[in-house]
């Protein structure tokens, strides 16, 4: 059974299905069906199409996606301009109420019908069971009963197979009967030729003496140990072996020999000194066509596990701060010549304080000898560092740092205090009180200096003038000219 938007179109085309007597084949039938949109709010009711197809139909059915590329248009569920769908229950009440109103009498209906009819379980047969069944049983079960306990007996009593191993004490016994006498290993070691001066090393070595049942120790001997460091032949050793031997043949060998360890010493790639430079060998070329690499991503958590190590992290700042620093022992307070001589921090008060703060933290920790302190001081004063070289940028800074991202989202949230009280509540109510009175007392002597220092050196500016400067007498008048006529005088 299959529900479709209700059109002439799909109703005319379902039309079409005919069998050899030209009877329709399929059935149809109209009914109302709540919708809901594609979230699951529920819109107004429709009218759908119901139609029941047989099996011959089976091979009409196409998925969309392969309808789409063939430009055929499709028909959807619609309310307005929103696509919704049928709700599962009220297009289940509208099939069976569709099946119930139809004659039962009808072909298609059988496989409905069938499909709705409850399984019937018997019942167990109720009544006396003959007494020669219930004897049988009796018997079946102690035999089975017995045969049980005669398994178990047996896996109880029979031992389990031990393998059977020849496990040889020696790689090379030193003891034993020879199987051949001098002579013949005198013409063995004639025809062989003398040995190379490196072998043999290992063979003449003294050995101490051990029993047989005697733990060995791991400094004897330290055979793949020595057998590495004997791989590594230098030229001039394999030069002065070429030409104490004599035979062409052992020579073209050994040149041979040599030719081989130059040519695999610059084909091997030199090995990386950590495993971060080990993910970014070969980085600068994969980045350089695609961006589609991953060793970003390995180099990353490489750092990451390398600032963790505490003791590792404060090392390196501690090596790194020196040699900048030019100085050849480390004291307490280091980091905090550095940050003052070192670290650009211009304007940047708040930058300024915290990279105080953590050069104090550092110095605490390596007066306690505390490698853990100081290598989460020396991860804050990577921050610090890095954004006053970028100028307050916090993003490459936050990377040294080593630590996963703050959650912006859940503290942006959080813009005022809830409360009355403008302090700190991680704080003690004494601590507070404390820290007031003194910005009080700062205060009041800022007042004070501010309203009496410029008057007090302005009035001890005028006494200096009256007792220190001499008094100017006025100039005398000149004889023969006679006074200037006053305009209110009665002369004039």
């Known amino acids: 059974m299959v529900i479709a938007p209700f059109d002439e179109q799909i109703v005319t085309y379902l039309g079409t299905f005919l069998d050899t007597e030209d009877v329709c084949l399929v059935a149809t039938h109209e009914a109302p069906v709540m919708c809901e949109s594609p979230r699951g709010k529920e819109v107004d009711s429709q009218v759908v199409l119901l139609a029941d197809f047989p099996w011959s139909c089976a091979q009409s059915f196409k998925k969309a996606a392969a309808l789409r590329l063939t430009g055929i248009p499709l028909f959807r569920f619609m309310d307005g301009e929103a696509v919704v769908r049928p709700q599962k229950v009220s297009a289940w009440e509208a099939s069976e109420e569709w099946i119930g109103t139809l004659d039962q009498e009808e072909p298609f209906l059988e496989e409905y019908v069938t499909a709705a009819e409850e399984v019937q379980f018997l019942e167990p047969a109720t009544g006396d069971v003959s007494h020669h069944d219930a004897q049988d049983q009796a018997d079946l079960i102690r035999q089975l009963q017995a045969r049980i306990v005669d398994l178990e007996t047996r896996h109880e009593t029979t031992p389990l197979a031990q393998p059977q191993y020849n496990i040889q004490k020696e790689l090379f016994p030193t003891t034993g009967a020879a199987t051949l006498d001098a002579q013949t290993w005198a013409k063995l070691q004639a025809a062989a030729g003398p040995a190379p001066a490196r072998v043999g090393r290992q063979e003449s070595a003294s050995r101490p003496e051990q029993s047989r049942g005697a733990a060995r120790s791991p400094q004897i001997p330290r055979f793949l140990d020595q057998e590495v460091a004997a791989e590594a032949v230098d030229a001039d050793e394999l030069g002065a072996l070429m030409e104490s031997m004599s035979d062409p043949l052992h020579k073209l060998l050994a040149l041979q020999l040599r030719q081989n360890q130059e040519m695999f010493a610059k084909m091997m790639p030199k090995q990386p000194a950590d495993a971060i430079t080990s993910a970014l060998v070969g980085s600068a070329n994969e980045y350089a066509g695609s961006s589609s690499g991953v060793k970003g991503c390995t180099a990353r958590e490489a750092y990451v596990k390398q600032v963790e190590d505490s003791s590792h992290m404060a090392k390196c700042t501690m090596r790194n701060a020196m040699k900048d620093l030019g100085v050849l022992e480390a004291y307490p307070g280091l980091m905090r010549d550095y940050v003052e001589k070192k670290i650009p921090l211009g304007d940047m008060k708040l930058l300024t304080m915290f990279a105080y703060f953590q050069a104090h933290t ?7 000898k505390d490698e853990l302190m100081m290598g989460y001081a020396a991860r804050g004063l990577l921050f610090v560092e890095q954004c006053a070289v970028d100028s307050g940028k916090t993003q490459m800074g936050w990377l040294l740092s080593g630590l996963p991202d703050p959650n912006y989202a859940l503290v942006s949230q959080n813009r005022k205090r ?75």
């Open 362 to 368: 550092w110095e605490a920790a390596y007066l306690a």
């Open 418 to 492: 809830a409360g009355l009280q403008p302090f700190a509540h991680l704080a003690q109510a004494s601590w507070i009180a404390a820290n007031v009175a003194f910005l009080k007392d700062l205060d009041f002597m800022e007042n004070r200096l501010r309203n009496a220092g410029p008057k007090a050196t302005k009035d001890a500016e005028g006494d200096g003038d009256k007792s220190d400067k001499p008094v100017k007498k006025p100039w005398p008048k000149k004889k023969g000219k006679p006074d200037k006529p006053v305009a209110d005088s009665p002369a004039a």
